[in-house]
C-alpha cells in the first residue's frame, strides 16, 4: 500500500471509529512500523484533519468529537461488493432486516457518480452468489424484531414450537443468529428467566413493549 493510498484508508478507518484506537493497534492494522504511524497522524493533522491523543481506558488516537466530515465516496468496486453482498442476503433471507438493508444498499448507489454507477452494473453482473433461502417469516414479525433489537426494547411474540403448541411470551433479544436455512433469536424469557433459542419462522405474530425509563 502507498503511503497516499494508507493515509486516506487511516483517515477514513479514524472518521468510522470516532473512539480512540492505540498507535500499536494502528500500526497493525496497516502493517507498518509504529514509528511510521505516528508520522502519518502528523500528515493527517498538517492536512488539517483534527487527530488527538486521548486517555484513559479506551483511549488513543481519534477525530474531535465535533469534527464534520464530509460524505462516504464509494468506489465502484466497493460499492460492487456492499451491494452484490446486500443483494444476496436479501434473496437468501439470511437477514430479517431486508427493507432496511434495501435502504442502506439505495444510497450505497445514490453515493456513485454516474459513471461508477454504469460500472456498478457491469460489475454486478459479473458478480453472483448462490446458497439455500433461508425459511420465510412474516415482515410484520421481522419489522417488531428490527425494531425491539434496534431500541432495546422487549418484544412479545406468539410462537408455535415443533409439537404446533402456541404460547405467548415476553423476550429479550441477546443475538440474532443465521445459518443457510434458518434465523434463531437468541433471547432470554422474561417469565422463566432462561436463555434459550427461538426460530423466526416460527413466530406467528410480535409486537415491541415499549418500556419507559424511570
Known amino acids: 500500500m502507498q503511503r497516499t493510498e494508507r493515509l486516506f484508508a487511516l483517515a477514513e478507518y479514524l472518521r468510522g471509529r470516532r473512539t480512540g484506537v492505540t498507535a500499536e493497534a494502528l500500526a497493525e492494522r496497516f502493517g507498518v512500523t509504529i514509528r511510521t504511524i505516528y508520522r502519518d497522524l502528523d500528515a493527517l493533522r498538517a492536512a488539517a484533519m483534527p487527530v488527538a491523543a486521548e486517555r484513559g481506558r479506551g483511549g488513543g488516537y481519534a477525530l474531535d468529537r465535533s469534527y464534520s466530515l464530509p460524505p462516504v465516496n464509494f468506489t465502484a468496486r466497493e460499492a460492487a461488493l456492499l451491494v452484490a453482498l446486500g443483494r444476496f442476503a436479501i434473496d437468501m433471507r439470511l437477514l430479517p432486516f431486508t427493507d432496511t438493508l434495501q435502504s442502506a444498499l439505495d444510497k450505497v448507489r445514490s453515493a456513485l457518480s454516474t459513471s461508477a454507477q454504469r460500472d456498478l452494473l457491469v460489475r454486478l453482473s459479473e458478480l453472483s452468489f448462490s446458497g439455500v433461502p433461508a425459511i420465510p417469516s412474516k415482515k410484520e414479525v421481522r419489522a417488531a424484531l428490527e425494531r425491539a433489537w434496534f431500541e432495546h426494547q422487549p418484544l412479545r411474540i406468539i410462537y408455535v414450537d415443533g409439537n404446533h403448541v402456541q404460547t405467548t411470551r415476553e423476550i429479550r433479544i441477546q443475538s440474532i443468529l443465521m445459518d ?35
Open 180 to 214: 443457510r436455512h434458518e434465523t434463531r433469536i437468541d433471547a432470554i424469557d422474561a417469565a422463566s428467566g432462561e436463555r434459550r433459542h427461538f426460530r423466526l419462522d416460527r413466530i406467528a405474530h410480535a409486537e415491541v413493549v415499549r418500556v419507559v425509563p424511570p
